[in-house]
């Protein structure tokens, strides 16, 4: 949908004659970095061309009515400043009433309600941060609407905190940070722990991202990711012993080598290695793309779904079976799987003129051995979450 088509959409759903101001949050993959967030090392996401459209606009009222062009179904859901508790019959929409609650908690003077119309062409379940970029949609609305600047660090700390307080998500930073401080043809190398970050030019040259979703519903990623992490702390335990370390991300793959024989439990050492070598590998991503090696970067894609499947063992048959058919197209430098894992998605760089080529090869692959089709889109990096005037 287009601006001009959303604008008339919220006059009809909102039966008004005014025009809204139209804000945008992309969603966000990560290029490189998997399961290193809370194991104290770095991520590497990027913000990309899908996203959430809100459009706004402020009430003389103090009733808030959100709308969801994704949820016809839900219709238009409503609640008033006065209370802005979370609830289970609001679905969707807890997400943007939780976020103006604490922003409204953090200072902002919120003294009227706002219509607000939701689109998003993230696709559903893929794993792409549907939720963060929501919530950022409504922080910068929040912010221009009442014309209270927030800090972009701090409006990011709020959409994490809304994930685990009030929506009760244990998610890291990562993806409020992508969307909200994204740069178009830039990823972020991000330290989790610390906020620290910055851009890394990614420049594609002939290549574009091709996102693929397994479309197989990531049923096991929560309680696995859990066992994962109690495995990895049980590795980082074991180190502390003679090491005096913070964090698996503290070591060198040089220091984890000599010292390893200290983890009492081979399954656990296979945890810590990725976390160790993976972080490894962001910083090695960060040398590549500033050198603009396409190439070595791919590779470092490669070595990453390899040790998220041998080591992390959280890979499945559906991302393995999509990634190595991408593997052998000789139009394809690197693929690896991104995100939780068990499902979800994996991504590629792809020879922009071979895409076709590329999609029909590996959902040939793809249909054949898991029975149904995969789904593919080519993304763009972007800016992070704004108001938007003219085009989608």
Same mark, same amino acid.
């Given at each position: &949908?287009?601006?001009? %088509? ?50 706004? *606009? ?8 959100? !709308? ?6 839900? =219709? ?12 289970? /019959? ?26 607000? +119309? ?17 919530? &950022? ?28 307080? #009030?929506?009760?998500?244990?998610? =890291?930073? &990562? ?13 972020? +190398? ?16 002939? #290549? ?16 696995? !990711? ?20 913070? @964090?698996?991300? /503290? ?26 070598? %993976? ?24 070595? @990453?779904?390899? @040790? ?19 593997? %052998? ?5 690197? *693929? ?25 090869? &590996? ?19 972007? $800016?992070?979450?704004? $108001? ?5």
């Amino acid at each position: &949908m287009n601006t001009t %088509e959303l604008t008339n959409s919220f006059k009809k759903i909102f039966e008004t004659t005014s025009a809204p101001r139209i804000f945008f949050a992309p969603g966000r993959i990560n290029l490189i970095g998997e399961h290193t967030d809370y194991n104290g090392g770095n991520v590497f996401p990027a913000a990309i061309s899908f996203g959430t459209y809100a459009l706004a *606009a402020k009430r003389n009222d103090q009733k808030f009515c959100f !709308y969801s062009l994704n949820f016809p179904e839900t =219709g238009i859901i409503e609640c008033n400043l006065s209370d802005l508790s979370y609830k289970v /019959d609001d679905e969707w929409a807890n997400f943007p009433k939780g976020m103006i609650g604490y922003l409204k908690n953090a200072g902002v003077d919120i003294e009227t309600g706002i219509d607000i +119309l939701f689109y998003g062409n993230i696709p559903n379940g893929a794993g792409l941060s549907s939720s963060a970029s929501i919530e &950022m949609a409504t922080g910068v609305l929040v912010e221009n609407l009442y014309q209270h600047p927030i800090n972009r660090i701090e409006l990011i700390k709020i959409g994490q905190k809304l994930e685990n307080e #009030y929506i009760g998500v244990n998610s =890291g930073i &990562m993806d409020q940070f992508a969307i909200g401080k994204g740069r178009k043809d830039a990823a972020i +190398l991000l330290n989790c722990q610390t906020l620290n970050y910055e851009y890394v030019p990614v420049n594609l040259q002939d #290549y574009c991202i091709l996102i693929i979703n397994s479309n197989k519903r990531r049923t096991l990623a929560g309680s696995k !990711y859990n066992d994962r992490r109690s495995e990895c702390e049980s590795a980082l335990s074991d180190l502390q012993k003679e090491l005096t370390i913070k @964090s698996l991300g /503290d070591l060198t793959p040089e220091e984890f080598e000599s010292h390893k024989q200290l983890i009492n439990s081979p399954i656990h050492r296979k945890r810590a290695k990725h976390a160790v070598y %993976e972080n490894a590998r962001t910083l090695e991503a960060q040398k590549k793309l500033n050198r603009h090696d396409l190439v070595a970067f791919g590779k470092l894609m490669n070595d @990453s779904h390899t @040790s998220l499947k041998d080591d992390y063992e959280v890979t499945g048959r559906e991302l393995d079976t999509i990634v190595e058919a991408a593997w %052998e197209h000789k139009d394809v430098i690197g *693929a690896r799987m991104t995100g939780a894992g068990f499902g979800g998605c994996a991504i590629a760089l792809v020879k922009r003129d071979q895409v076709d080529n590329v999609t029909h090869h &590996m959902n040939t692959i793809y249909r054949t051995k898991i029975g149904y089709d995969a789904t593919f889109y080519t993304a763009m990096i972007c $800016e992070g979450a704004r $108001e938007i005037t003219e085009g989608i």
